[in-house]
């Protein structure tokens, strides 16, 4: 098990320096100087120089990279040129919210897509199936921003049910004592429920929003091989046995089924964890979308190269345990160990 | 009855019994009648055998029998009665107690029929605990002791392995395993063999034959391979079109083939000791579609003796018994009688004496 776990973390390191070096590459292969965009339109050529040699632009390609990821390990991250801030506190101050926002949206997607599923399969009424398939198709045909505005204009505005877009606790809230970061979690650990309460409250509508679209998928996939697996013969078998419809479905065909889906939710997952700029946009959502766009198009090198890094360690992260999961869950794929 | 009469007579306990079932399966293309009005009896212990090419209806008799015949298919009548209980009426969940109990299923294709993702200890363990009232531990050695039974080598050890590790062979003898682990009174089994080679074929066969020659299981052997029936049953029944056309015991029937499928089906049997060059023995066309039968004796397009007789094309034949009325011979035939007889009038020509 340590062997496996082993090799699949080398493969890990060398994708996430794979990352790291496109981001380098592709950044300074645009067309653009940052230190033109700092100095201003009106600056002479001399310092345009003089600042390309602050920031180490005219050092060869190699020096400069050498000296981005010796900066990643000692924790020197560099600075965003545009807001003056050190990226570490930028995208620590960003990041929680998009993640808070990432795990929600893929916690409804995922259960709701595993519940929905169930029923369409399970009771064969030709009714229920063709309902959740309309959601299905509606989740992955409605562009997000819109959904958002529409469940923000119905259920904020004319039925006031969910807070309306301002951020991530009501304004007289105060947010619980640090711990993770993430409010839910804080306030749980705090024992603050109404704190809890409200975070969750503010969660709702942003989350449902971003998870729609994973949603309609993983529903989509799960149906398909929920009703390809229902068919196998070991269902029949189980059923032969003495088991119940629903024993037979939920313990034969729902673990066989599940297989793909444990794949296409870790994709999804790392997905939702890089957050969403139009979503965050829409509820006003304090996260990091509005302000990597930002970054790059100010060719903000230091904070574009940092967020591509975090992102690619968060897909190589949940890709790896989706790995691992998946040799506990199917025999077949599990790796031989030397006796 | 006089009490000597009654005491002439051996008790014939049926473990069970079936009457008139009929089994439909409604698709797009029509309804597909797959088990039309089949009446048979297995006695306690017994072995039958229920042959028939594909799509003779024998796997939905079979499914019928247990209940578990799904939508879109339907039994729209008859019944069956197991133990002297009719359990064609039972509900799903009073079903439920008597699958895996008293009647068991030995499936076909033993590449599928095992869950993939679970372990073949545990597929054991889940019939016994479903019917028996015993703890997971004692349930474990049970289903090592079953293990040991259908001679899978090192049980114990193999209880954790999945059905990828297991060779068709040995999955089968799981099934078979699973199939008896509650020591029912009766097991289906369909195309228990087809998937396997020869030689491993013989040996399952060996294991499944010893198994219920020591419990007096009854078994329904469901095959199209005549030489399986022929070593394991006592009486066979012939399937044709959703029908059984001949039922006898099974040395009546390998002396004497009454219903002409019956007697080209036997011949199209390959056999070592009698090759002959030349072309292979076939029955010529194919079996009727079960949407679409024909108005007269199914077999009559592809029927040796009646292909062409105003009566067989027209006129669906009754069930005639003949022989010993103990054991009797049922065909399906309009000219039964004078098969039966012999008369030469009626037999089938054999290849190269027309």
């Known amino acids: 098990m340590t062997r496996v776990v082993a090799s699949k973390l080398s493969g890990a390191v060398i994708a996430v320096f794979g990352a790291s070096l496109v981001a380098f590459l592709f950044l300074r292969a645009l067309p653009g100087n940052p230190a033109r965009l700092i100095v201003g339109p009106l600056a002479t050529p001399q310092a345009i120089v003089n600042q390309e040699h602050t920031m180490g632009l005219n050092q060869p390609l190699w020096v400069q990279y050498w000296r981005y990821i010796k900066g990643i390990f000692s924790g020197n991250w560099g600075f965003s040129y545009s807001t003056g801030e050190t990226v570490r506190s930028e995208l620590?101050?960003?990041?929680?919210?998009?993640?808070?926002?990432?795990?929600?949206?893929?916690?409804?997607?995922?259960?709701?897509?595993?519940?929905?599923?169930?029923?369409?399969?399970?009771?064969?009424?030709?009714?229920?199936?063709?309902?959740?398939?309309?959601?299905?198709?509606?989740?992955?045909?409605?562009?997000?921003?819109?959904?958002?505005?529409?469940?923000?204009?119905?259920?904020?505005?004319?039925?006031?049910?969910?807070?309306?877009?301002?951020?991530?606790?009501?304004?007289?809230?105060?947010?619980?004592?640090?711990?993770?970061?993430?409010?839910?979690?804080?306030?749980?650990?705090?024992?603050?429920?109404?704190?809890?309460?409200?975070?969750?409250?503010?969660?709702?509508?942003?989350?449902?929003?971003?998870?729609?679209?994973?949603?309609?998928?993983?529903?989509?996939?799960?149906?398909?091989?929920?009703?390809?697996?229902?068919?196998?013969?070991?269902?029949?078998?189980?059923?032969?046995?003495?088991?119940?419809?629903?024993?037979?479905?939920?313990?034969?065909?729902?673990?066989?089924?599940?297989?793909?889906?444990?794949?296409?939710?870790?994709?999804?997952?790392?997905?939702?964890?890089?957050?969403?700029?139009?979503?965050?946009?829409?509820?006003?959502?304090?996260?990091?979308?509005?302000?990597?766009?930002?970054?790059?198009l100010e060719q903000d090198y230091s904070v574009v190269q940092t967020f591509v890094l975090l992102s690619a360690v968060a897909y190589v992260f949940v890709n790896l345990v989706v790995d691992i999961l998946y040799g506990v869950v199917d025999p077949r794929v599990r790796v031989p160990v030397a006796r | 009855m006089s009490e000597a009469a009654a005491a002439a007579a051996p008790v014939r306990e049926h473990v069970l019994e079936?009457?008139?079932?009929?089994?439909?399966?409604?698709?797009?293309?029509?309804?597909?009648?797959?088990?039309?009005?089949?009446?048979?009896?297995?006695?306690?212990?017994?072995?039958?055998?229920?042959?028939?090419?594909?799509?003779?209806?024998?796997?939905?008799?079979?499914?019928?029998?247990?209940?578990?015949?799904?939508?879109?298919?339907?039994?729209?009548?008859?019944?069956?009665?197991?133990?002297?209980?009719?359990?064609?009426?039972?509900?799903?969940?009073?079903?439920?107690?008597?699958?895996?109990?008293?009647?068991?299923?030995?499936?076909?294709?033993?590449?599928?029929?095992?869950?993939?993702?679970?372990?073949?200890g545990d597929q054991i363990v889940e019939v016994i605990v479903r019917h028996q009232p015993i703890g997971r531990r004692a349930a474990r050695r049970a289903a090592v002791e079953l293990l040991r039974d259908v001679e899978v080598p090192n049980a114990e050890r193999r209880m954790g392995d999945y059905p990828h590790q297991y060779s068709g062979g040995m999955r089968q003898r799981v099934l078979i395993a699973i199939a008896l682990a509650n020591e029912p009174d009766l097991v289906i089994a369909d195309e228990p063999t087809t998937a396997l080679d020869v030689t491993t074929q013989a040996q399952v066969l060996d294991v499944l034959e010893r198994l219920v020659a020591e419990r007096n299981t009854a078994v329904m052997l469901i095959t199209h391979n005549l030489g399986v029936v022929a070593e394991f049953c006592d009486r066979i029944f012939v399937m044709y079109a959703g029908r059984v056309v001949e039922q006898a015991d099974a040395d009546v029937l390998f002396a004497r083939q009454t219903h002409p499928y019956t007697e080209v089906l036997l011949r199209s049997v390959l056999r070592a000791d009698r090759l002959e060059r030349g072309p292979l023995p076939t029955i010529p066309g194919f079996p009727p579609s079960l949407a679409q039968l024909p108005a007269g004796c199914p077999f009559e397009p592809r029927c040796p003796v009646g292909h062409g007789r105003e009566l067989c094309a027209t006129v669906v034949p009754e069930p005639v018994s003949l022989g010993d009325p103990a054991d009797p011979v049922v065909v399906e035939c309009h000219f039964a009688r004078e098969r039966f007889d012999g008369d030469p009038g009626f037999a089938v020509a054999r290849p190269g004496s027309a």
Not at chain 1, 146 to 170: D, H, K, M, N, T
Not at chain 1, 243 to 248: E, I, M, N, Q, V
Not at chain 1, 249 to 273: C, D, E, K, V, W
């Open chain 2, 18 to 120: 079936v009457r008139e079932l009929e089994t439909n399966f409604y698709t797009a293309e029509g309804v597909v009648r797959a088990v039309r009005k089949v009446s048979l009896e297995i006695e306690r212990g017994q072995r039958i055998g229920v042959v028939g090419e594909s799509g003779s209806g024998k796997s939905a008799l079979a499914l019928s029998i247990l209940g578990l015949i799904e939508p879109p298919g339907r039994v729209v009548g008859g019944s069956v009665v197991l133990n002297g209980r009719l359990i064609s009426s039972f509900s799903d969940g009073q079903m439920q107690k008597v699958r895996g109990k008293e009647v068991s299923l030995v499936f076909q294709d033993p590449m599928t029929a095992l869950d993939p993702v679970m372990s073949i």
């Open chain 1, 92 to 296: 620590f101050s960003r990041l929680p919210a998009s993640l808070e926002l990432g795990l929600y949206a893929f916690l409804f997607a995922f259960v709701f897509a595993v519940l929905l599923a169930l029923i369409a399969t399970y009771r064969r009424r030709p009714w229920v199936d063709g309902t959740i398939r309309a959601i299905s198709f509606f989740g992955l045909g409605t562009p997000p921003f819109w959904f958002g505005l529409v469940a923000l204009l119905l259920l904020s505005q004319i039925w006031p049910i969910f807070p309306g877009p301002e951020g991530r606790l009501s304004l007289n809230v105060v947010a619980p004592p640090t711990v993770t970061h993430l409010y839910t979690v804080d306030a749980l650990i705090a024992g603050q429920w109404s704190t809890l309460l409200n975070a969750l409250w503010h969660l709702a509508l942003p989350a449902i929003t971003l998870g729609l679209a994973p949603f309609a998928f993983l529903v989509r996939l799960l149906r398909a091989n929920l009703l390809d697996t229902s068919r196998e013969n070991f269902i029949v078998v189980a059923r032969s046995k003495g088991l119940g419809r629903f024993a037979a479905f939920a313990r034969h065909a729902l673990p066989n089924a599940f297989l793909p889906t444990l794949t296409a939710g870790g994709l999804l997952l790392a997905q939702l964890l890089a957050g969403s700029v139009l979503v965050e946009e829409v509820f006003n959502w304090p996260g990091v979308g509005q302000f990597v766009v930002n970054a790059i």
